[in-house]
């Protein structure tokens, strides 16, 4: 039932929040295909090889074809080539530059449609569009099929979009149809849209969490919604206890808003064998510092030291860090410092033997001219 004594909002008096989620279908797989159409018609699977044996590592993502199959994010490599034995399915490493560079172009599409935009990951971002829409939930739902229009004329990508009072009911909109889904959720229909769902879809309900709350005999966002909030608390704690209840009933006031840079991006990995042998080393290291090129590159960041982490085989931390003149966005620069920082180390450590190796690049800015829209 919906309960109208509910405050919709207190952010924006007046007239209606509308709070936008778009989330890019099968992204990186998508982005494989965009680049390769010929991709289209075959499951493809895009994956993260971990490089110890020759199908060993995870399923980043798959398309919708493989996932007819059953191929999921997260599987096993080896598994997802069984159960597609028979097809023509296509297994592809992960590019991350080239989801960096897409997803930036589609984030700048995003902002420029947005009175306040928010990036959430590398393929989602919330909107608040209330003022360019006037609170007018049919507005927004033109607004969304526009934005769908020129992402695919632009990128030729689809997406799914959530539209809804606030940030918690346009995510889970987003995600409640797809691929190319769109889900208009007025505030007055928030509880009859939220309360047969699992309450897993409420962002912040980890698999952990559904599991307590299981034995709670809450199964839906509607039971959570019923739930004596007291002993969520208790439970839960207080911040989290009340999250879950508010956000149940659809209650959500957390403003859309540019989230603060991470102060550094840094990527590390476990080498194939303990080793010191730099050549060993150093091929790891051009993959280290593309991925983490890609990450920049994706939020538009400037980065001024680069350092390099490293875990012994007694499981000692050591780190080295060099900082530039001015403010780069190279790629090369990166595996250059990188590598000397490492040969440097590996000098003056005569005896030191890395498990674990990995590079940072910190002292990040943003790029000028980011976040600026295309029509200034
Ligand atoms: N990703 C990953 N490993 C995971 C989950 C995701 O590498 N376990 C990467 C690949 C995805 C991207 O992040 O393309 C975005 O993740 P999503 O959860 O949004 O999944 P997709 O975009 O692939 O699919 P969907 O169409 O369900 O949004
Ligand atoms: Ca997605
Ligand atoms: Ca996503």
């Given at each position: ?22 989330d ?13 159409p ?8 895009v ?29 096993p ?13 296509a ?31 590398i ?21 969304a ?20 009072p ?15 889904g769109?889900t ?20 912040g ?13 809450v ?29 149940a ?29 730099l ?98």
């Open positions: 039932m919906i309960n109208k004594q509910e405050p919709r909002s207190i952010l924006c008096v007046g007239i209606d929040r509308v709070v936008m989620h778009v890019l279908d099968y992204f990186f797989a998508q982005c494989e295909e965009v680049a390769n010929l991709l289209k018609a075959k499951p493809v699977v994956c993260v090889y971990s490089g110890r044996s020759e199908d060993s590592g995870a399923v980043s993502t798959a398309n919708y074809i493989a996932r007819k199959y059953g191929v999921k994010s997260g599987m490599i080896a598994f997802a080539k069984r159960i597609l034995k028979d097809t023509n399915a297994f592809l490493p992960v590019n991350h530059e080239l989801y960096g560079v897409v997803s930036n172009r589609v984030m700048d599409i995003l902002r420029s449609n947005a009175d306040r935009f928010e990036q959430e990951s393929d989602e971002a919330f909107m608040d569009v209330s003022k360019r829409v006037n609170g007018d939930f049919k507005l927004a739902e033109a607004l099929r526009s934005i769908k229009g020129e992402i695919m004329d632009n990128e030729r990508l689809s997406c799914s979009i959530g539209v809804g606030n940030k918690v009911v346009a995510k889970i909109a987003s995600d409640f149809q797809k691929p190319d769109l208009v959720i007025r505030p007055e229909g928030v509880r009859v849209f939220l309360d047969p769902l699992p309450a897993e879809k409420l962002y309900v980890g698999k952990k969490t559904a599991k307590k709350l299981q034995e709670l005999g199964f839906t966002i509607g039971d959570l919604a019923a739930y004596d909030p007291g002993i969520l608390m208790q439970i839960f704690g207080d911040k989290p206890g009340s999250y879950f209840h508010r956000a009933k659809g209650i959500d006031e957390e403003p859309v808003q540019e989230k603060g840079m991470a102060e550094q991006v840094s990527r590390m990995i476990t080498l194939k064998r303990d080793t010191r042998d050549s060993l080393i150093a091929s790891e290291l051009d993959r280290i510092c593309s991925g983490i090129h890609a990450r920049l590159v994706g939020e538009g960041l400037l980065y001024k030291s680069v350092g390099i982490l490293a875990i012994t085989n007694t499981l000692e931390m050591r780190s080295r860090t060099k900082t530039l003149e001015n403010p780069s966005e190279d790629a090369e620069t990166i595996e250059r410092i990188a590598r000397e920082l490492l040969s440097k180390f590996l000098e003056e450590e005569g005896a030191v033997i890395l498990r674990r190796f990995g590079v940072k690049v910190s002292g990040l800015s943003k790029k000028s001219g980011q976040g600026l829209t295309k029509f200034l």
